[in-house]
C-alpha cells in the first residue's frame, strides 16, 4: 500500500537527497515538497497525504509552526520533525504539539524510512542520537527531589513511567512486563487521570521534565 508523503526543507540540495532516500522504499511517494513552513501548509491544504515530514528550522513558517496548525486540521496526521537541533525545549514542543517523529538531519538518511512507518501506525520515534542524549540529561537532574505528584502512583504505575521516560512503546512496556498492551493502555489512563494530565505524549512530557527515576 503506498504512503503519500508531503516534505518541507528550505535547503533545496537537502530536500532533494531526502526524497531520493525515502523513494527508495518502493511504498514510499513523495507527491509534493514545500521549500518553506507557509508552503507546507498550503501544500498540505490542497494534497491528500499520510505522512508529513518538517524541518524544524524554515523561514515565514517554523516546521513546528505548520505542523500545529495542520495538526488543527488533522488531529491525527502522522508528523515528523526533522532537526539539527538536541535541546529539550523544542522535543517538548513537538511533543505537546503532537508531532509523533523527531529525526536528528545528520542522521536521517538512517533514520528517515523507518520514521516514516513507525508514525504511520500511531508509534513515536526518536533518533537513537537524540533519545540518548536527552536521557543522559535527565539522568544528570535525577538527584534533584521527587516531585509530590510521583507519590499518587503505586509501585506498578511509577515503574511504568520510568519505562515511558525510556521512550518506550505500550507493546514494548507489555512485552517487558509480560502483560497485555490493553492493561498498559489501563494503566496509563489511570496515571494520566492522577497527575491531571491531557493531550499527546503528556506522559511522556510528564517523565521528561520531573526527571523520572
Not at 499527546?200 to 517523565?207: E, I, Q, T, Y
Request: charged share 25%.
Amino acid at each position: 500500500m503506498e504512503i503519500r508523503l508531503l516534505i518541507a526543507d528550505d535547503h533545496p540540495i537537502f530536500l532533494k537527497g531526502l526524497k531520493e532516500v525515502i523513494e527508495m522504499d518502493a511504498d514510499l511517494k513523495v507527491i509534493v515538497s514545500a521549500k518553506n513552513g507557509q508552503e507546507a501548509l498550503l501544500s498540505f491544504q490542497l494534497h491528500s497525504v499520510d505522512v508529513v515530514v518538517l524541518d524544524i528550522d524554515m523561514p515565514r513558517m517554523t516546521g513546528l509552526e505548520a505542523a500545529e496548525k495542520m495538526l488543527q486540521i488533522q488531529p491525527d496526521l502522522p508528523i515528523i520533525i526533522l532537526t539539527m537541533h538536541k535541546e529539550k525545549a523544542p522535543f517538548l514542543k513537538a511533543l505537546e504539539i503532537g508531532v509523533l517523529g523527531y529525526v536528528l538531519k545528520e542522521n536521517a538518511v538512517s533514520d528517515i524510512v523507518h520514521a516514516i512507518y513507525k508514525a504511520r501506525d500511531g508509534d513515536l520515534y526518536l533518533s537513537p542520537e537524540i533519545s540518548a542524549y536527552l536521557l543522559k540529561k535527565t539522568s544528570a537532574l535525577q538527584r534533584q527531589s521527587k516531585n509530590d505528584l510521583k507519590a499518587l502512583l503505586t509501585p506498578s504505575e511509577t515503574h511504568i513511567m520510568k519505562m515511558i521516560s525510556e521512550y518506550k512503546s505500550s507493546k514494548e512496556i507489555a512485552d517487558e512486563l509480560f502483560i497485555s498492551e490493553k492493561t498498559v493502555s489501563n494503566h496509563r489512563m489511570n496515571i494520566a487521570k492522577k497527575l491531571n494530565l491531557t493531550g499527546k505524549n503528556s506522559l511522556l512530557r510528564f517523565a521528561l521534565d520531573q526527571s523520572w527515576v
